[in-house]
């Protein structure tokens, strides 16, 4: 275990990542990942973006990619509507002897060290943790944990980014530590030639025929916006050759339609019912205020009435 001593406390540092993993596709995102990363100028500080998206569509490895390439240690804190802001600094930890000792969070060993923090899902914590990171994410660059008595100034080569699913299981993130992560970096389905490719990559093994079986799928349910993604289409495709295997005289896209059933649902299977039916949910419609709806002219709901109306 790697150690250091802050205010003469010593702190267990966390490991890095181990297996970082490669990009394939949409360039534009990684470069400006990389150019908020940059700094112009010894007075300039490197911004801490938002990378946007549906769940399954490769931010993590976005991030864990865009570190690779500057070679530095990658850290990713996995948030939770758990996740206390002792768990994003440091942790008392009480061994046999009842000795404690201070466990640096991933985040906190990348900002020691220089490395890439990765929070991930970082919209799924709760405000109280998020407020222990505001000295650490603008131009402090310091982050103080009560817990082992310490103060931690980032190193200069720290670098950090915070991935964000767009589902409704997440939590607002309040505006002054939503003003410290940014730019927001959205990131789209791939087209066909990016998805087939980033598929192969991640199942070369799998057999041409169920590639495209499954890259047909996804980019018919990407024309219709539905949020199914290229982790989908890996569990699909790594599902149908277990059952292939099972059974070597079964129809393979049989099969694969069945997988497509078994992990996304039976609606799954009729692309432009399901299409019709978000859309008369109004699944696509931006949230509505008040003032959205729609109220007759002389209703005192209207926000529009007037309050002292012609004669």
Known sequence: MKKVTLDDVEIILSNPLSNPTQWIGQQEPLRQLLACWIC???????????????????????????????KQDIYIVQCTSDTRPEDLLITPVLSEKGAISYHASPLLSAAITGGIAI????????????????????????????????????HKEFRATVTMNE???????????????????????????????????????????????????????????????????INAIRYTLKQQKSNPEANVENLFFKAIEQILGSEALDLDSLAEKRKMSGEHLPNMHMGDFFFPEDDDLNPDKDEDPPA
């Open 40 to 70: 112009v100028d010894d007075q300039d500080l490197p911004l801490t973006p938002r990378i946007i998206g549906p769940p399954g569509i490769g931010k993590t490895t976005l991030a864990i990619a865009a570190g690779a390439s500057r």
């Open 167 to 233: 589902d409704s299981s997440t939590f607002e993130i309040p505006d002054y530590i939503m003003s410290r992560l940014q730019p927001g970096i959205e990131i789209g389905f791939p087209n066909r030639d990016d998805e087939i490719r980033i598929l192969s990559y991640n199942l070369p093994f799998s057999s041409e025929d169920v590639l495209n079986l499954c890259v047909n799928y996804l980019q018919r349910a990407h024309g219709f916006d539905l949020p199914y993604s290229v982790r989908d289409g």
């Open 119 to 154: 929070l991930d899902e970082g919209n799924r914590m709760a405000e109280k943790s998020w407020a222990s990171l505001a000295g650490l994410f603008d131009n402090r660059r310091t982050a103080e944990s009560i817990v082992a008595g310490v103060m931690v100034n980032a």
